[in-house]
């Protein structure tokens, strides 16, 4: 299967490090902050944390940073970001190298021990339907007992958009590939409660984005 590369709206904004292959990507600078108000909330204290679709590594390195008793294994599917994110956490004693993962590819899970927590962000909503249910569901089936899965992005709600915005991000995907686009809340919470999880929150952040909470029963 050929691994999916868009062009992400945020890569025009994406400057290239030529020293080390860090990439920025403002995006993930802004969100990184209120993404990590929620898991100081909800994240456990220590354990191992999967990040699937980790970008630039811009995240993980204010996660891990934060959150140092926590050990996290970074993934995508992307040589470039990869170099990335090794750069961005080369420093960092509780990052593993991270790891290509194509997250749509089912038995992935089979790859990885089991986590404490998975976190996922901005992924859903650049693949399509029955891709992005295999993730959803290789994250559930992997998770350890009692672990948190989070999903942090942009979601319908029901049939309709937060905003005018929203409706015309989605307009840009589907007109690069029909087949990818917002996907309801409601639709990946079901497909939460069908790979083993409860579905336990849904977390209102900045620029009309949720985080989907789900745990595993003990
Ligand atoms: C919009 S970026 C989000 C990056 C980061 N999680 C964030 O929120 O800033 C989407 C990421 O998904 C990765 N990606 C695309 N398709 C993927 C797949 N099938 N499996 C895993 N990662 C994928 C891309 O390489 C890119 O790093």
């Known amino acids: 299967m050929t691994p999916r590369r868009l062009n992400l709206p945020d890569t025009a904004k994406i400057a290239v490090s030529d020293v080390d292959g860090r990439i920025h990507a403002p995006s993930a600078a802004r969100n990184a902050q209120p993404i990590l108000e929620v898991l100081r909330r909800v994240a456990p204290v220590r354990g191992t944390a999967l990040e699937i ?8 390195a204010a996660f891990a940073t934060a959150l140092p008793a926590l050990i996290w294994q970074p993934t995508d599917i992307d040589e470039a970001r990869l170099a990335s994110i090794a750069a961005w956490t080369t420093d960092l004693a ?3 190298p991270p790891i290509r993962l194509d997250a ?3 038995g992935w899970s089979e790859k990885f021990d089991p986590p404490n927590l998975i976190f996922l962000s901005n992924l859903l909503h650049l693949i399509g339907e029955s891709e992005a249910r295999t993730c959803v569901t290789e994250a559930g089936r992997l998770l350890a007992p ?3 899965l989070l999903v ?3 979601f319908k709600r029901g049939d309709g958009f937060a905003s005018d915005g929203d409706l015309r991000f989605h ?3 589907a007109a690069q590939d029909p087949s990818i686009g917002y996907k309801a809340f409601q639709t990946v919470q079901a497909w939460q409660a069908g790979a083993w999880l409860h579905p336990v929150d849904v977390i209102e952040m900045p620029a009309n984005n949720l ?3 789900a745990r595993k029963p003990a």
Request: avoid cysteine; proline fraction near 8%.
């Open 104 to 106: 749509t590819v089912p």
């Open 171 to 173: 307009q840009d995907l």
């Open 152 to 154: 942090y992005g942009p």
């Open 211 to 213: 985080i989907l909470s």
């Open 146 to 148: 009692n672990g948190i």
């Open 53 to 60: 679709a980790s970008g630039t590594g811009e995240h993980v």
């Open 94 to 96: 509780n990052v593993r």
